[in-house]
């Protein structure tokens, strides 16, 4: 399993825990898993991953990273 394939994975196990809250809390509670527990370097892989087409994201965890990518992007502009 490669490095990616890990985040992947942990990416749809944290969507999958917040599942049951509806799928944009879902989305926002994964973002914020993420962003408070994940490495910046991990975070700028599966940002890269979901550019290049994301394959094996579940919908809740694809949306949580570009949620993370815009506030991130918004952050830089500002």
Excluded: C
């Excluded at 049951?20 to 700028?44: L, N, V």
């Excluded at 694809?62 to 830089?76: G, H, Q």
């Amino acid at each position: 399993m490669s490095s990616l394939d890990k985040l992947v994975y942990m990416a749809n196990q944290i969507g999958k825990f917040f599942a049951s809250q509806g799928p944009e809390q879902a989305a926002a509670g994964t973002a914020d898993h993420i962003k408070k527990f994940w490495d910046p370097r991990m975070r700028a892989a599966i940002y890269e991953y979901v550019e290049a087409g994301g394959r094996g994201l579940d919908l809740s965890a694809r949306r949580a990273i570009e949620l993370l990518k815009e506030a991130e992007s918004k952050k830089l502009k500002n």
